[in-house]
């Protein structure tokens, strides 16, 4: 063999597909059946044909995309309706799905008795953040998936009303400047960036842990004053001086997407809040579509996601839109933000006191 190929051999990483890293984790599981990894799998070519529609978004108003009929005399869809319907075509089509909910549709879909039926919920957000398709900023696909507990052919409604902690697999696609699919099933947090040229998603960040402590917060803060608690306005005038715990004000970060906004802060360390406020008591976001699947990406980077009162993933969903307030991100981040909004100090005493002190 001649040094050229030897030193070819040498160095560089192993190139590991979403495909290769499913199958190799399935292996880690005894028993698994392969079922799991399909319905993954069919996720990532979802995102690959949700990835190359968002792309062309911005060729809309050149190619006449935005009414019913293209210049081809194509019909076409909203691309948020377009993403809800490859989504479900292909999860009700892969066979290992008996149920879903969409946040684009009012109620629960069964997958018809024709095709077959598998053991697994999916519940995604087919395109979260599809306000900001017209200014080019990122946007998302987010997922959830459950195990129905009945049999495949029984599965209802009653199904998808379970808890975060029911979860056994999450994720979200980002189409930003890459597209990315990060993705855990309880054995950490990875991310594939895509490769268009090649069509493949390529692992580029591996079992990500996000920092304890943020440097970054996210929230609508033209909100802030009809947010409902005190407490949550508060915080954020905390964040914003020296005297905080990190000891200098942290930055303002606001995309109004959320799958971005979290993303970003994953990696880098931050806290996104949505809190409930005047028009919306019981928040914007929705449990089974953003909040929990988002919650347990989270917890499985290191992590934590609340409502200010209680674990996000302990939240029992009372119907298929339950919204829910947010405080997702850095774990002694969220943990400040409870304390805050509960009405206690950042060191856990009481606000009065606190003000009676100062
Ligand atoms: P959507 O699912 O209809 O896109 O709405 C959810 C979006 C989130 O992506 C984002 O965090 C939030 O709404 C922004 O809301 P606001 O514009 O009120 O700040
Ligand atoms: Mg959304």
């Known amino acids: 063999m001649s040094s050229q190929t030897l030193s070819a051999m040498e160095g560089g990483e192993r190139i590991v597909t979403l495909e290769n890293h499913i199958i190799d984790s399935q292996k880690e599981v005894p028993g698994a059946s392969g079922a799991f990894s399909a319905l993954l799998s069919s996720i990532g070519i979802a995102g690959k044909i949700i990835s190359r529609e968002v792309r062309r978004a911005g060729l809309i108003d050149i190619l006449g995309l935005t009414g019913d009929t293209n210049v081809q005399g194509e019909r076409v869809t ?28 009012p109620s629960f879909l069964q997958v018809p008795s024709d095709l077959e039926r598998g053991r697994y919920i999916v519940c995604f ?83 990500i842990k996000t920092p304890d402590r943020a440097k970054i917060y ?11 608690h005190e407490g949550a306005r508060r915080y954020i005038t905390y964040l914003k001086s020296e005297d905080n715990a990190a ?12 799958v971005a906004d979290f993303h970003r802060n994953l990696l880098d360390g931050g806290i996104f809040l949505y809190p409930a406020d005047k028009r919306k008591p019981e928040g914007k976001l929705r449990l089974l579509f953003e909040a929990a699947p988002l919650a347990y990406i989270c917890e499985q980077a290191g992590g934590a996601a609340s409502t200010g009162w209680t674990a996000i993933r302990d939240v029992v969903p009372k119907k298929l839109h339950h919204r829910v307030p947010l405080i997702i991100g850095s774990r002694l981040d969220v943990e400040e933000a409870e304390r805050f909004i509960q ?5 856990g005493a009481p606000a009065a006191l606190e003000r009676a002190g100062s």
């Not at 950490?188 to 390529?202: Q, R």
């Not at 909100?223 to 409902?228: D, E, G, S, T």
């Not at 000891?247 to 959320?258: A, F, V």
């Not at 009405?343 to 060191?347: M, V």
């Open 343 to 347: 009405g206690q100090s950042a060191t």
């Open 78 to 105: 909203k691309l948020d309706i377009y993403a809800h319907n490859l989504l479900t075509r292909v999860m009700a089509r892969c066979g290992q799905v008996c149920g879903m909910a969409s946040e684009e549709h």
């Open 247 to 258: 000891g200098k004000p942290y930055s303002g970060r606001y995309i109004g997407s959320l």
């Open 218 to 228: 996210s929230c609508n803060e033209g909100n802030a004053y009809r947010w409902n």
């Open 125 to 207: 957000d087919p395109l979260d953040g599809s306000s900001n398709i017209d200014v080019n900023a990122a946007i998302g696909t987010i997922f959830g998936i459950w195990k129905t507990r009945h049999h495949p052919d029984e599965c209802t409604e009653e199904d998808v009303l379970q808890p975060g902690s029911e979860i056994v697999g999450a994720g979200y696609v980002i189409y930003g400047s890459s597209t990315i699919f990060v993705y855990s099933s309880g054995r950490g947090v990875h991310a594939f960036t895509l490769d268009p040229s090649i069509g493949e998603f390529l692992l580029s960040h591996r079992d």
